[in-house]
T-cell receptor, first 115, second 115 residues
């Protein structure tokens, strides 16, 4: 069975600075997807970034980038130039390729961006 | 293109009552997922549909839970004889299988409180 671990329950960062959220996972699969989702307070979950395991190049989306280390089973999220609107719960998630497609989530990291 | 919608957004019920939630996926999406999220946790997979067929159910989905997706469009999740432990946020997500992406898009959720 796959598991996803987010070891930082809470983090804070000053506006305009950079922060990195950690995620590790355990799987015996070789092909899979990894995701970071953002859940702002009282708002719906939205996709931040995704990574296909077969791609060596780290995914980037504007201020968001990942450090994907397949051998170490690590998938961290870096947020550059943090903005107040980045305040949210961030969930790391795993999905097996070719399966039924259900996501396996970590417990989340609560990020607070301070002015 | 409208996103995933869920109704109602909030439901308060007394223990022992039945409740039903509705999810309308993104129109062309053929996969639909239900997740449950309790306070301080990441979402946990409950069940999923490929078109109208329910293909997988988690062990979390007790006999009191039933889900349908008639005609492969909207879906309903019913909980019979609710218990206080059913209090949670129920999230629906949809995706397009075979479209080159397995990204799931989430609705705003239905928050259930069982008194």
């Amino acid at each position: 069975a796959q598991t996803v671990t987010q070891s930082q329950p809470e983090m804070s960062v000053q506006e305009a600075e950079t922060v990195t959220l950690s995620c590790t996972y355990d799987t015996s699969e070789n092909n899979y997807y990894l995701f970071w989702y953002k859940q702002p307070p009282s708002r719906q979950m939205i996709l931040v970034i995704r990574q296909e395991a077969y791609k060596q190049q780290n995914a980037t989306e504007n201020r968001f980038s990942v450090n994907f280390q397949k051998a170490a089973k690590s998938f961290s999220l870096k947020i550059s130039d943090s903005q107040l609107g980045d305040t949210a719960m961030y969930f790391c998630a795993f999905m097996k390729h070719g399966g039924q497609g259900n996501l396996i989530f970590g417990k989340g990291t609560k990020l607070s961006v301070k002015p | 293109d409208t996103g995933v919608s869920q109704d109602p957004r909030h439901k308060i019920t007394k223990r022992g009552q039945n409740v039903t939630f509705r999810c309308d996926p993104i129109s062309e999406h053929n996969r639909l997922y239900w997740y449950r999220q309790t306070l301080g946790q990441g979402p946990e997979f409950l069940t999923y549909f490929q078109n109208e067929a329910q293909l997988e159910k988690s062990r979390l989905l007790s006999d009191r839970f039933s889900a349908e997706r008639p005609k492969g469009s909207f879906s309903t999740l019913e909980i019979q004889r609710t218990e206080q432990g059913d209090s949670a946020m129920y999230l629906c997500a949809s995706s397009l299988d075979g479209g080159g992406t397995d990204t799931q898009y989430f609705g705003p959720g239905t928050r259930l409180t069982v008194l």
